[in-house]
């Protein structure tokens, strides 16, 4: 069995030996990233607790297939898991926000996780152009710069490829089964 | 799913704001009973949060009921046994003092730091006040700014720029900004920070204000950050009575840029 094979089943059947290896494992480097981006170790424990609870149930109930290794896996759901607190706290700040119980919180960040992972999935399909001019906007690219990296003969000429890179992505994005599960009802 | 070219066309003016009122409600009054096109338009504009490193925020459409029985899933019980076992480990690691011999250089060290760490934290109760030139030691950090490096290597030049900003080289930095600068047509909040700081590392100090009061005055969205540039500023001339006024402004606001920083800041600074 391959490292990545033996860490999935160990955690889908629960082997505490296993969780201790991947403790002993991984934990450091998300621990680094928390504490690097304003969190405290515990909120590191939380997340990669959060984490590991989140990948078990999607490999029991959802038919997750982790297609890179475990570890990069672990660490991407990590990274979204403390990005998504930040981002909480954020909004926080301002408003008074009625507290979801922690289960609760826990569906929307699984289901935060699916979309994005359903975004970044479909990206890879555009064109390399489209990838391109779109990975330059996303980074805050203005349409000038734009212009003059792909030799576009206007502005105009830019924001329409943009708009018809963008509307192939949307239609991507909407065209998968996965999309339609986790669309409004 | 696919739109005519009209609807395409009607898309796009609609999300770039280009409509005049009664088109806009048009629209609008289209969307509210197409809800094909709905979903297109509120996807199309996710795209931006979800792709952007830096205001990343994804939204997930699932429906109450969905959330409520995928609530339940973290509710059963071999999901609880495991959130138990992995709360034991990381139980059992924080109280482990030394576990065998593996495990003792990494304890050594992270004892030395938390007891560093300790005494920092001591250092700062004790002697709350330090000096403008302390402090800006202690919180100018330039690894914080945002990077041109992209997957691609179209822009070279800037890239360029910041290797040289980042080994120091300011002048060089600040001639190759200060003509990219030159040639955009929108301000670009990004370059303008980098040039800022350019100066304030050469002690141009005067040119550096003046950046940031632009960058200020600038319809970027994160014009804010201004605030904490001038403070830092004002700190690296030694002038404490000024930084504070800057820190005093960006703390009227939570959502400025480094209000933690600021607020802490101001607790210490003599």
Do not use: C, V
């Given at each position: 069995m391959s490292n990545d094979a033996h860490f999935i089943e160990g955690l889908r059947s629960g082997e505490k030996t296993v969780l201790q290896e991947i403790y002993n494992q991984f934990f450091a480097k998300v621990k680094t990233f928390v504490l690097r981006n304003k969190g405290a170790v515990t909120d590191a424990e939380d997340v990669f607790h959060n984490a590991l609870i989140q990948i078990y149930i999607r490999l029991k109930k959802?038919?997750?297939?982790?297609?890179?290794?475990f570890e990069a896996y672990l660490f991407t759901t990590c990274k979204n898991l403390w990005r998504r607190e930040l981002n909480k706290k954020r909004v926080t700040k301002q408003e008074v926000v009625e507290l979801e119980d922690k289960e609760t919180e826990n569906a929307f960040a699984l289901l935060e996780q699916e979309q994005w992972e359903l975004y970044i999935e479909k990206f890879q399909l555009l064109s390399e152009n489209c990838r391109k001019v779109l990975t330059l906007l996303f980074n805050g690219t203005s349409y000038e710069e734009i212009v003059e990296t792909f030799s576009y003969s206007s502005k105009v000429v830019a924001r329409q490829r943009v708009f018809k890179c963008k509307a192939k992505l949307t239609k991507l994005i909407q065209g998968d089964a996965k999309f339609s599960k986790i669309k409004k009802l | 799913m696919s739109f005519d070219d009209k609807t395409y066309e009607q898309i796009a003016s609609y999300l770039n704001n280009q409509m005049n009122e009664a088109e806009k409600s048009t629209f609008e009054a289209l969307l509210k009973n197409d809800t094909e096109l709905a979903s297109f338009v509120e996807t199309f504009s996710s795209l931006e949060s979800v792709y952007n490193e830096d205001t990343w925020t994804v939204k997930s459409n699932a429906s109450v009921a969905e959330v409520k029985a995928l609530a339940n899933e973290f509710r059963a019980d071999d999901v609880l046994a495991l959130s138990k076992k992995i709360r034991d480990i990381q139980q059992t690691e924080n109280n482990t003092?030394?576990?065998?011999?593996?495990?003792s250089y990494f304890y050594y060290i992270s004892s030395a730091v938390a007891i560093a760490a300790v005494m920092t934290m001591f250092y700062f109760t004790f002697m709350q006040s330090i000096t403008a030139t302390d402090a800006f030691e202690q919180y100018h950090?330039?690894?914080t700014l945002s990077s041109?490096?992209?997957?691609?290597?179209?822009l070279n030049n800037l890239v360029n720029a910041e290797n040289l900003f980042q080994q120091e080289k300011y002048q060089e930095a600040l001639t190759i900004f200060e003509q990219s600068a030159k040639k955009d047509a929108i301000y670009d909040p990004k370059k303008h920070l980098y040039i800022g700081i350019s100066y304030l590392e050469l002690g141009n100090y005067h040119e550096a204000l003046q950046t940031f009061d632009a960058l200020l005055n600038?319809?970027?969205?994160?014009?804010?950050?201004a605030y904490w540039y001038t403070a830092l500023t004002y700190l690296k001339q030694n002038d404490a009575k000024n930084a504070k006024k800057i820190l005093k402004t960006l703390v009227q606001?939570?959502?400025?840029?480094n209000y933690e920083k600021a607020t802490e800041l101001l607790k210490k600074l003599k």
């Open positions: 959802r038919e997750l297939e982790i297609k890179s290794s | 003092t030394s576990s065998g011999n593996r495990k950090d330039w690894s041109f490096q992209t997957k691609s290597d179209t600038s319809d970027a969205l994160d014009n804010h950050k606001n939570p959502d400025n840029y």
